[in-house]
């Protein structure tokens, strides 16, 4: 039997967003204590709420949707490379030390953004650790196929042009944002990332584990 | 490596709902092509749209709620069973002679309700094959945890109080609704279902995969 490790965030009304995106809601549509058979609600939430991907229409016009993602990148072998020791920018120097093996397919990036989810921080902070324009070319050269980041965007906020978002989503990275990685030791474990099926889905919600037998 | 099924239904504007239930919809929030970074939109779609759980609060005030629904259920080994033979309501005798092995925790019921999916049917029909009461007990009384079947509900259209879902649930069984099992053959399998972590949702819509080494 296998450990499983929920890497995904709760989804509620306190769930801190991007600015600009809406909050996630629930409406009742139909409710036991109104006389009704059952309860059923309409969830509205944005395609980069909470734990989600990614998929290059994110960015890319005419791009591939979040329905169109491989399951065979999404469901795999994953490093999570411990990245504590990064204050704000993860480069090509702090990929290497932390060690990601020859060959590695899938990388998820465990910094101190999880820590923010712990502590279930409610409002948005400029502040969070992110992934540079030249770690994200050294995962590109590497062959990696998917980067999972703890915090809300694998780029820094308000960066020019999103240079990392474009050389990740060019090469065909699958971006798996919104980790919660605070209770996962660094190490090699079994991922499996699954997005709802969104037909064009410009990014969708995901639920993310991680398997160690 | 293994293969991987992809049992869950695509979610669009087409996709066939349950009467009274919203439809799916995505409704632009950012857009690249009015100038601005990236695409980002607002999904609204109904808790039990597509391939979706029930929880016990779909039927049970104060029940558990989707995000609590246990990972170790919702993931190992499951087996799907060929019920195409059964022309409307499965009772014990039709799952009996399917075989289904003893010890075994999650089922999945193939009916030839799998074939609207494949023929990507526009309009609901009440005439979808379903699980009797009778069929609900004698899976509780096998210890099974989790069933899933191929249409919208596990339950006949209309069925006064709604027996085979308060069977279920009642029993702490997982119910996963709304699977597209044409591409699969019976036998055994591993599941991974993985809902959204939606606090406190009277369901929640999923991604499922099938696994075979």
């Given at each position: 039997m296998s450990v499983i490790?929920?890497?995904?965030?709760?989804i509620g009304p306190d769930?801190?967003?991007?600015p600009g995106n809406?909050?996630?809601?629930?409406r009742p549509v139909m409710r036991c204590a109104a006389?009704?058979?059952?309860?059923?609600?309409e969830l509205r939430l944005?395609?980069?709420?909470?734990?989600?991907v990614d998929p290059p229409s994110h960015f890319i016009d005419g791009g591939a949707g979040a329905d169109e993602l491989s399951l065979e990148t999404l469901i795999g072998a994953a490093s999570v490379l411990?990245?504590?020791?990064?204050?704000?920018?993860?480069?090509?120097?702090?990929?290497?030390?932390?060690?990601?093996?020859?060959?590695?397919?899938r990388v998820l990036l465990k910094t101190t953004n999880s820590e923010r989810w712990r502590e279930r921080a409610r409002a948005f902070s400029e502040d969070f650790v992110s992934l540079s324009p030249e770690g994200a070319q050294w995962l590109?050269?590497?062959g990696v196929r998917l980067v999972g980041v703890d915090f809300l965007s694998v780029e820094a906020y308000g960066a020019p042009g999103h240079p990392t978002h474009h050389t990740l989503l060019g090469a065909g990275i699958v971006i798996l944002e919104g980790l919660d990685l605070s209770a996962v030791p660094s190490g090699e474990f079994t991922l499996v990332c699954l997005p709802l099926?969104?037909?064009?889905?410009?990014?969708?919600?995901?639920?993310a584990v991680l398997l160690r037998d």
């Open positions: 490790f929920d890497i995904s965030l709760s769930l801190v967003v991007w809406p909050a996630p809601s629930l006389g009704q058979s059952s309860n059923v609600s944005g395609t980069h709420t909470g734990t989600h411990d990245l504590r020791a990064v204050s704000r920018s993860i480069g090509p120097d702090d990929l290497a030390r932390a060690g990601l093996a020859n060959g590695a397919t590109v050269a590497r099926k969104l037909e064009g889905g410009d990014g969708s919600p995901a639920r």
